[in-house]
């Protein structure tokens, strides 16, 4: 089966043009736009490039938001932005707005054994969520702190 390269570039430019409008939506520095969206959308083919491996959705989703995170922490540093701009950005894309809109359908249609199944896929996403952008903050403050613990020894041995 051939590698579906058009449904990749209709993914990658509808996660870069999605977290740009809401990067411009929030108010953020213009300056931090184009990177805001091309974090969003590096992060997010790389969550898709695993689902079409076969890696489990929540692990796909907990590498993307780990890339996004370690990425805009590195350009939040770069450019001198709060790194809040860069995270928010690069989680807009894989957000479950529709599993949980899907579960509140269901729900309404009297559904509820479908309603519950969605609502707890859709919860294991945002858990999958805030545990890869907490683990890419984590790895930037140990990768930060190392790098100040061996300036300052160089420091005290001169």
Known sequence: ????????LRMTAGAF???LGFTFLVHAP???YLPSGLIAAVSYVFY???????VADALSVFSGALLGSLLGHLLARKLRIIHTVFLMAAIVPVV???G???M??????GETMLGANLGIEAMITIA?????LSMGSFINRVIRNAGASATAKKQRTK
């Open 1 to 8: 089966m051939p590698f579906p390269w058009m449904e990749l």
């Open 17 to 19: 043009f999605g977290a």
């Open 30 to 32: 213009v300056k931090a």
């Open 48 to 54: 898709w490039l695993l689902q079409r491996w076969g």
């Open 96 to 98: 479950p707005g529709l």
């Open 100 to 102: 949980l809109y899907r």
């Open 104 to 109: 509140m359908a269901s729900f309404g249609r």
């Open 128 to 132: 999958m969520l805030a545990l890869g």
